[in-house]
């Protein structure tokens, strides 16, 4: 069974400040992706990223980055110098192999606000 | 481009009462998807179709049932309203069910059953 935890339900930066949101999954297959979705106050699901197993490499997307690491089963996002705007709801979630069927498994949500 | 429509946006039900949520995508999608957003909880998968005329049961699929008569309808039925149904229901859709693509989210649907 697939199954993602992110243990931080909320956080709360001031304006400018550096976060991290943690995202640790679990899964028995070899071949999977991983994601991450923004939802702001106005509720809809914004893709962010998208990452395959076969891929370590860190990205960085302007102000914000992600770390996969396999060793750890994380991937974790930053954002840099965090924006009012920055504020919402994130959701990383994991898309495994075998009978799923392209179904995703999500996180529980991180809420992030950043004040000004 | 619409994507993909929800409707209604929100409705409140009384329990007991029928209710059927409607999602429609225009971008020739052939996997659909229902997820249920419960605070605490994330997205929880209702049922899925990976191509018209097939549907199969996510995680919690007690309660409801869809039907995938095209390639762009994917609608939601609740039988029987219960207050625990009271969520936030997102549609979803992708371009085929593999592994390497997102999936597009409609704008959600608030139920609350009373």
């Known amino acids: 069974a697939q199954k993602v935890t992110q243990a931080q339900t909320e956080i709360s930066v001031v304006e400018k400040e550096d976060v991290t949101l943690d995202c640790v999954y679990e899964?028995?297959?070899?071949?999977?992706?991983l994601f991450w979705y923004k939802q702001p106050p106005s509720g809809e699901l914004v893709f962010l990223i998208r990452?395959?197993?076969?891929?370590?490499q860190n990205e960085i997307s302007g102000r914000y980055s992600w770390n996969f690491q396999k060793s750890t089963s994380s991937f974790n996002f930053t954002i840099t110098a965090s924006q009012v705007v920055d504020s919402a709801v994130y959701f990383c979630?994991?898309?495994?192999?075998?009978?799923?069927?392209?179904?995703?498994?999500f996180g529980q949500g991180t809420i992030l606000t950043v004040h000004p | 481009i619409a994507g993909i429509t929800q409707a209604p946006t929100s409705q409140i039900l009384a329990a007991g009462r029928r209710m059927t949520l409607r999602c429609t995508q225009d971008?020739?999608?052939?996997?659909m998807y229902w997820y249920r957003q419960d605070l605490g909880l994330g997205l929880r998968l209702i049922h899925y179709?990976?191509?018209?005329?097939?549907?199969g049961k996510g995680e919690v699929p007690d309660g409801y049932s869809v039907s995938r008569a095209n390639t762009d309808d994917f609608p939601l039925t609740l039988a029987s309203a219960v207050p625990s149904q009271t969520s936030v229901y997102f549609c979803?859709?992708?371009?085929?069910?593999?592994?390497?693509?997102?999936?597009?989210f409609g704008q959600g649907t608030r139920l609350t059953v009373v």
């Open positions: 971008m020739r999608h052939n996997a």
């Open positions: 179709s990976n191509t018209a005329g097939t549907t």
């Open positions: 990452r395959n197993s076969f891929d370590e």
């Open positions: 979803a859709s992708k371009p085929s069910s593999r592994m390497n693509t997102e999936a597009f």
């Open positions: 899964t028995r297959d070899t071949t999977y992706y």
């Open positions: 979630a994991l898309l495994a192999g075998g009978t799923s069927y392209g179904k995703l498994t």
